[in-house]
């Protein structure tokens, strides 16, 4: 907690601070029903079991986002349904009842950092208010919810606030923290963002069983299973084709992306091309100036090659300072335009302590120079190393043409 920069701590402990007053107002002020203790249990036992019986799981998940960024937590759907189905104080009680089990799992596991914990449950029960408050201002009665206009309203506008607090504060602190590149670092994009989604959006569910038919609640358990179960194959699938270095894809992930999108040109009898890409002196740049600032070099080249190309082309580290490229239904003059332009943009990158980085590049076309996928990439290695032999920072296609 001390370690983290002086902004973040202040942020942290004001949060904490301002957390703690409003949850046990809320907590002194409320006037909880005895279906309200019912619930409070039920979703205690719930949460709890859950937890316990997805532990190994959870881990797991908990792991691999540590190397791949932020990830939406389970939590979400006990939180938010606590959020719609109990008084405000009594909902952030139970945030912090469930935040206190899993720090009694992280110490028993001896994992994980209890400042962040703590400071996640803050956020967590601070977007549990609103959204309770948000609700409760659109349906005031107990044991109500999403009737009519109004209520979906309600729950629609708890469901946006409980989202965009959590993130905003935790992607702050992040920010703060770990001052990445991107700002977004820290945010929840895509895959994740979708996966949280989904998960308030079972939190509902589970508000309106808790509140209808509360032995059907454990149904929930079923489907959050489900979901978070495939969120993991997919991350695990993700790790195993992802270089972890740049972001993009590795050989073998590279491969099969390339392969299948080989196929379908050979279908459509389109054009493609191969683009073989190797920095130059790059074993004389990380003995010069080390190998973190050769990191540097690869992750900024990534991007650049991840910016300039199309989203869906196949981009890979093949390996070292190599990277690869497949470019489908593309004509030969374009794909030497493009090599062109990458040579130029890789030429333009600036660093602070390396000098300029340059690349050789070759470039194999469908089906010119090839039609299967170990000819193209052969051929645009051979044309790679052509480049290099007349004197580097250039383009060579497989034809042996000389770039103009």
Excluded at 127 to 149: D, E, K, M
Excluded at 265 to 281: E, P, S, T
């Amino acid at each position: 907690m001390w370690a983290t920069p002086w902004p973040a701590r202040l942020i942290i402990l004001i949060l904490e601070a301002a957390v703690t007053l409003l949850a046990a107002t809320a907590l002194l002020h409320g006037h909880p029903t005895h279906g309200d203790f019912d619930r409070f249990a039920l979703l205690v036992a719930l949460s709890a079991g859950y937890a316990e019986a997805g532990d190994r799981v959870e881990r797991l998940r908990h792991y691999l986002a540590a190397s791949t960024g932020t990830w939406a937590s389970p939590v979400a759907v006990w939180c938010f349904a606590a959020a719609l189905t109990l008084p405000a104080g009594w909902a952030g009680l139970f945030v912090v009842v469930l935040y206190g089990h899993r720090l009694v799992r992280e110490h028993r596991h001896q994992t994980g950092h209890p400042h962040r914990l703590i400071f996640t449950a803050a956020t967590v029960v601070l977007a549990t208010l609103a959204a309770s408050t948000l609700n409760t201002a659109a349906i005031p009665s107990r044991g109500v919810l999403a009737v009519g206009l109004p209520g979906a309203i309600g729950v629609l506008a708890a469901l946006l606030a409980y989202m965009a607090i959590n993130q905003s504060l935790v992607s702050t602190v992040v920010y703060i923290v770990t001052r990445p590149a991107n700002w977004r670092t820290g945010m929840l994009t895509g895959d994740d963002l979708a996966l949280e989604l989904a998960t308030l959006v079972l939190g509902v569910l589970t508000a309106e069983a808790l509140l209808h038919s509360p032995l059907m609640t454990p149904l929930v358990l079923v489907l959050l299973v489900v979901i978070h179960r495939s969120s993991l194959v997919r991350r695990l699938q993700h790790g195993a084709t992802t270089d972890a270095k740049t972001g993009l894809l590795n050989a073998a992930g590279w491969r099969q992306l390339a392969q299948r999108q080989l196929r379908r040109v050979q279908r459509g009898r389109n054009g493609a091309a191969v683009l073989m890409i190797d920095l130059d002196h790059f074993k004389k740049l990380n003995d010069t100036y080390g190998h973190l600032a050769g990191d540097t070099v690869l992750r900024a080249v990534a991007d650049t090659l991840a910016r300039e190309l199309r989203g869906h082309d196949a981009v890979g580290r093949f390996g070292g300072e190599e990277f690869v490229v497949f470019l489908d239904g593309i004509a030969p003059a374009t794909a030497l335009t493009i090599c062109t332009r990458l040579n130029s943009h890789i030429r333009e990158l600036r660093f602070d302590d390396v000098r300029q980085v340059t690349a050789s590049i070759g470039l194999a076309n469908y089906p010119a120079d090839g039609r299967h996928l170990d000819d193209l990439i052969e051929a645009a290695d051979v044309a790679m190393y052509r480049a290099k032999a007349r004197g580097r920072d250039q383009t060579q296609r497989a034809d042996a043409a000389i770039t103009p």
